[in-house]
């Protein structure tokens, strides 16, 4: 079955400061998608990448940069230069079919980040 | 444009009152999908529907109720609710061109719908 774990539940910067949110995945699957979302206090889920199984290419915008490792099932997200508008909790998701036909996002418990002015 | 709109965007409702969430996309999307999401917890699939059927209920008790009148429209009628059913409500939609397995695209959420049982 699939699982993600986003071992970090709080963390705190301040204003400026480089901060990378943790993910690792787990999955029967050869293919499959990886994907995060923002979720700012006013509730909405902001897509923010999405990545698949065989692009194992880092990604970068902007301030963003993702870091997508298979040999250590990994898919890291790290903010450069953070900004008092990233705080929010910062959810890692997976998309496989290794239990059946169709799939569902699998969540991680998502990352609180607070960044301090 | 990737917007999914929904509403209301808060609603409070005794545990013997009708009531229904709205959500709309006009992306052309074939898959749209409501979720539950308590407080300090990731969402839960609640259900899917692609081509404006029923692919997946994940168990959901029959005080909820999903309708999907056409590609572009979703509802999730209330009826005899809980006070443990308060929570943030969010519909999502995904392209999911024919021949793409359900679950392949990006899922787009709309702001969700703040319920609260009494």
């Known amino acids: 079955a699939q699982k993600v774990t986003q071992a970090q539940t709080e963390i705190s910067v301040v204003e400026k400061e480089d901060v990378t949110l943790d993910c690792v995945y787990e999955?029967?699957?050869?293919?499959?998608?990886l994907f995060w979302y923002k979720q700012p206090p006013s509730g909405e889920l902001v897509f923010l990448i999405r990545?698949?199984?065989?692009?194992?290419q880092n990604e970068i915008s902007g301030r963003y940069s993702w870091n997508f490792q298979k040999s250590t099932s990994s898919f890291n997200f790290t903010i450069t230069a953070s900004q008092v508008v990233d705080s929010a909790v910062y959810f890692c998701a997976l998309s496989a079919w290794d239990t059946g036909a169709n799939s569902k996002l699998t969540f991680g418990k998502g990352i609180t980040l607070s960044v301090r002015p | 444009d990737t917007e999914v709109t929904q509403t209301p965007k808060h609603l409070v409702m005794g545990m013997t009152n009708k009531k229904s969430l709205k959500c709309e996309q006009h992306m052309g999307h074939r898959a749209m999908y409501w979720y539950k999401q308590k407080a300090k917890k990731p969402p839960e699939l609640m259900f899917v529907y692609s081509y404006e059927k029923l692919s997946i209920n994940e168990s959901v008790p029959s005080r909820f109720s999903p309708e999907c009148p056409n590609s572009s429209l979703l509802n999730l009628h209330l009826h005899a609710l809980q006070p443990e059913d308060s929570a943030l409500y969010l519909c999502?939609?995904?392209?999911?061109?024919?021949?793409?397995?359900?679950?392949?695209?990006?899922?787009?959420f709309g702001p969700g719908t703040r319920l609260t049982v009494l």
């Open positions: 990545r698949n199984s065989f692009d194992e």
């Open positions: 999502a939609s995904s392209q999911e061109k024919g021949g793409t397995s359900l679950g392949a695209d990006t899922q787009y």
């Open positions: 999955t029967r699957d050869t293919t499959y998608y």
